[in-house]
């Protein structure tokens, strides 16, 4: 039987969806979900690479809802893990009494981790994977600055929103989180030249020699919300030695990326980076709230030996579910050989994608492996597509700090027949009206 694709039965948003929405505006903050005339629509269900939402349309996700449903949505093994844990233990003790599980998510993760990296601590999302990684740097080094990237995007909770570097996310809150991180320039890819990450790497140099206070920096692999940037080949390497030679920690934040999404399973792999503390989180837990940050000894030694009362905590830490999720996860990953098949279908996307240069609005196209952005000439631009994908039976996201990326980030399982079918619904909806 041929994968499902696109069944678009009615109006988009249809009428249940309508009523929902305006029940949902009614009790939600007016902050979190932006409804208009076209656009969302109310999921009901969800399977492998397919969306069904109330009115029985059925839509392909090229956003693996935000990079989470990598292995697929509803995937089976993850849902009997979880329902078997749920009838023997539904929650734990955060840092009193662990569960078993907990444990053996922790070995689990240590054999995947680039070698060095054994020592974690599991968090319930990516903002607070960044905020013990910005704690862990300050215990380690004795100073308190942070540095990272313009555009870059680690989370919105107060702590990562000192490091986040898209500026209307922290405008609003500016008296709160201070001015004292420190942004660089993300360089991105042009060509191979090994010149283009010589001069970027003299900037960050240059910008973190005359800070004496900085004791994290914060980098992306790929900036993902920023937009879906590359840097150039020997940039993330090249912040290695310099962080090395500052002592400087080095968090290098695959929240987004990490889990096969680029071709490897951590995207810093593929210049044999090794950092001192690594964010994961998204994909991890099939579809249930888990993150990590894991470290070197020496890094996380810093921590003081626990005496009965955490320096940080919090009530959900390693939950039973969620661990039970991310082990199945992680099998899910490697049974069926997902971070090789991401690399495969990157080389096929390369010029499935380069057919969208014949629209005009399309002023360029990156990526690698299952992750890509399509650069539009106006967020206005992007805005239309999306909304127009979603008609045609599509889910597709915008990205970058101006909003004119439409970011692609398909589940790792999605067949090459829904893939090209989404990318043809993908060029429809970018043709000009």
């Known amino acids: 039987m041929s994968e499902p694709l696109e069944n678009v039965r009615g109006p988009i948003p249809g009428k249940r969806s309508t009523e929902l929405l305006a029940r949902l505006r009614a009790h939600e903050?007016?902050?979190?979900?932006?409804?208009?005339?076209?656009?969302?629509?109310?999921?009901?269900?969800?399977?492998?690479?397919?969306?069904?939402?109330?009115?029985?349309?059925?839509?392909?996700?090229?956003?693996?809802?935000?990079?989470?449903?990598?292995?697929?949505?509803?995937?089976?093994?993850?849902?009997?893990?979880?329902?078997?844990?749920?009838?023997?233990?539904?929650?734990?003790?955060?840092?009193?009494?662990?569960?078993?599980?907990?444990?053996?998510?922790?070995?689990?993760?240590?054999?995947?981790?680039?070698?060095?990296?054994?020592?974690?601590?599991?968090?319930?999302?990516?903002?607070?994977?960044?905020?013990?990684?910005?704690?862990?740097?300050?215990?380690?080094t004795g100073k308190p600055g942070h540095a990272s990237f313009r555009n870059s995007y680690h989370g919105l909770s107060l702590g990562a929103l000192e490091v986040t570097g898209i500026e209307r996310f922290r405008a609003p809150f500016a008296g709160a989180i201070g001015g004292d991180a420190l942004f660089l320039?993300?360089?991105?890819?042009?060509?191979?030249?090994?010149?283009?990450?010589?001069?970027?790497?003299?900037?960050?140099?240059?910008?973190?020699?005359?800070?004496?206070?900085?004791?994290?920096?914060?980098?992306?692999?790929?900036?993902?919300?920023?937009?879906?940037?590359?840097?150039?080949?020997?940039?993330?390497?090249?912040?290695?030695?310099?962080?090395?030679?500052?002592?400087?920690?080095?968090?290098?934040d695959e929240i987004w990326t990490g889990f096969g999404r680029t071709g490897t399973m951590f995207a810093c792999e593929r210049e044999a980076v090794v950092p001192d503390l690594l964010c994961i989180g998204k994909a991890m837990g099939g579809g249930l709230p888990i993150a990590a940050v894991a470290g070197t000894e020496a890094a996380m030694n810093a921590w003081p030996l626990?005496?009965?009362?955490?320096?940080?905590?919090?009530?959900?830490?390693?939950?039973?579910?969620?661990?039970?999720?991310?082990?199945?996860?992680?099998?899910?990953?490697?049974?069926?050989e997902l971070v090789a098949r991401a690399k495969h279908i990157g080389v096929t996307m390369v010029s499935r994608l380069g057919n969208l240069h014949h629209h005009k609005s399309v002023l360029d196209i990156r990526g690698r492996g299952m992750m890509w952005g399509v650069e539009l000439d106006s967020a206005a631009s992007a805005h239309e597509a999306v909304v127009r994908a979603l008609s045609l039976g599509l889910i597709i996201l915008q990205a970058g700090p101006e909003g004119n990326v439409i970011s692609i980030t398909p589940p790792l399982v999605m067949s090459e027949r829904q893939l090209f079918r989404a990318i043809d619904l993908l060029d429809r909806a970018l043709a000009p009206r």
Request: aromatic share 4%.
């Open 29 to 140: 903050s007016r902050n979190v979900t932006a409804i208009e005339e076209r656009f969302p629509v109310v999921w009901e269900s969800a399977l492998g690479s397919v969306v069904t939402d109330v009115d029985g349309n059925e839509y392909l996700d090229l956003t693996s809802a935000f990079g989470v449903a990598a292995i697929g949505h509803s995937n089976p093994y993850v849902a009997s893990a979880v329902a078997d844990q749920v009838v023997r233990l539904a929650h734990g003790m955060g840092d009193v009494h662990p569960s078993e599980v907990r444990i053996e998510l922790l070995e689990r993760i240590a054999s995947l981790l680039p070698p060095g990296l054994g020592h974690t601590y599991l968090a319930t999302s990516g903002s607070e994977a960044i905020e013990v990684a910005l704690k862990t740097a300050i215990l380690a």
């Open 306 to 336: 626990s005496e009965g009362e955490a320096l940080h905590t919090s009530t959900f830490l390693g939950n039973p579910l969620a661990c039970a999720a991310a082990l199945a996860t992680i099998g899910e990953i490697e049974r069926n």
């Open 185 to 252: 320039d993300y360089p991105r890819a042009r060509n191979a030249a090994d010149d283009d990450a010589a001069a970027a790497l003299e900037h960050v140099r240059s910008a973190l020699r005359a800070r004496s206070d900085i004791g994290a920096l914060v980098i992306e692999p790929i900036q993902g919300r920023g937009g879906v940037i590359l840097p150039p080949t020997g940039f993330l390497s090249g912040v290695r030695e310099i962080c090395r030679e500052l002592d400087i920690l080095m968090v290098v």
